[in-house]
């Protein structure tokens, strides 16, 4: 049932967005009985919340491109690629609207985050073991510095992401962390 | 009558968050009859979006220490002082909610980041004047590297912000704009 319900959230936020999202539509579309759905979740930011949870449980694939200015483009681009597809971007916003209304959301956004960004990190150790890199006192703040440029034009300012973008991020981040700034 | 319900809605957000806004307590607050409010903001959506317009009316005072790592520092430290403290993050955060959930909304925060983006750059640029800085291809890019960090921490990895992420964003920052590539 999980599956089904997780795999209905989706479904909704890509057709209507978070401000369309309703309890009803998920369990209709799920096939599951709304009742069932209401005592489990009870509101559209818990199910949001669980459909995270859920995603944070697949593995996602840390780039490995032989270079760290390669893996961090690719990171770079990957967050980029969400935020131009309105199939791919419905989920993460929904995800930063409920975590502003509803604890339970905040809380899965955070586990999701930090488990991504320590995954994502690993490109940094290896890039400092292949001797590209001085040791940073915190590789995942070369991810922060990588990804927050994107999702502060999408979330904050406003403006658009592009590849373009992200491997200006990507690079500027890079170039921080050579100085041992990171 | 627009003075008292914008002063309304920042003393509602202060008090009772986003979640807690609603047209009837600012229409109570301000003293103002609530269909009034109505009638003339609709939604909460909308009252936070007026009272962003009215906040970018507000001159904002462009830092101007001497140097550029002085500037960036200063305007860096102004935004993680603005989420260290409940009574001033109340706002952003409420703009960034209502701008997920309403066009109107989203518009305001657009021209609100982009006006202060823009004003931020003349440190920037006095810093070119200076000869402190190659001239970069985009002045604001080095506002936008500068405080990506800390919104990011805020709003997408749920991380603490503090005087020394606020640093390091800054620092960051420059030595991307120092080597050219911002």
Chains 1, 2 share one sequence.
């Not at 893996?71 to 131009?84: G, K, N, P, R």
């Not at 991504?116 to 940073?136: I, Y």
């Amino acid at each position: 049932m999980r599956e089904a319900v997780v795999a209905a959230v989706h479904a909704e936020l890509v057709e209507h967005g978070y401000a369309g999202l309703t309890v009803e539509n998920v369990a209709d579309r799920a096939g599951v009985h709304k009742t069932t759905v209401y005592r489990r979740w009870g509101t559209v930011d818990v199910l949001i919340a669980d459909a995270l949870d859920h995603t944070a449980e697949t593995t996602w694939p840390v780039p490995d491109t032989g270079t760290i200015e390669g893996d961090l483009i690719a990171i770079a681009t990957e967050v980029a690629d969400t935020f131009t597809d309105p199939d791919h971007s419905s989920v993460p916003v929904a995800v930063v609207a409920a975590a502003l209304q509803s604890d339970r959301a905040l809380q899965a956004k955070r586990r999701f985050y930090a488990a991504r960004q320590e995954a994502a990190a690993r490109v940094v150790t290896r890039a400092v073991h292949r001797g590209e890199l001085p040791p940073p006192a915190d590789p995942v703040e070369v991810i922060r510095q990588t990804c927050a440029p994107l999702y502060h034009r999408v979330f904050i300012s406003g403006e658009p992401v592009d590849r373009a973008t992200a491997e200006r991020a990507a690079r500027a981040a890079l170039a921080a962390a050579r100085t041992g700034l990171l």
